[in-house]
């Protein structure tokens, strides 16, 4: 089995897969209070899942800024038909715990 990126749309193709990769439509995705509107682009099945990806891809320094900040605002515009839809992306942490069991001596 093969792993890669698609040149488009990053997402993982994996070589088992039965059916042809097809790239989920493009979206234009700005984050408010950035001085650029739209200037990110991001390939998501919708719109809300394009917002969370832009936020999850785009959270300065990967150091949680916006979960520290209870959320960021994100807009999205539709480039096909211009037409915009506005979100609210919070975070939240999540944490897994595991066990591995012991000897005593």
């Not at 809300?48 to 949680?64: F, L, M």
């Not at 979960?67 to 515009?77: A, C, E, Q």
């Amino acid at each position: 089995m093969a792993i890669e990126r698609c040149g488009i749309c990053k997402e993982f193709i994996f070589s088992y897969e039965s059916k042809p990769h097809k790239c989920d439509p493009l979206w234009l995705c700005g984050i408010e209070d950035e001085e650029d509107d739209y200037c990110y682009e991001v390939h998501a099945f919708d719109a809300e899942e394009a917002a969370a990806k832009i936020a999850e891809d785009k959270d300065p320094d990967w150091d949680y800024s916006f979960l520290k900040s209870g959320g960021v605002k994100v807009n999205i515009k539709n480039p096909k038909t211009g037409k915009i839809k506005k979100f609210y992306v919070s975070a939240e942490h999540d944490i897994h715990y595991s066990a591995s069991e012991r000897k005593d001596e």
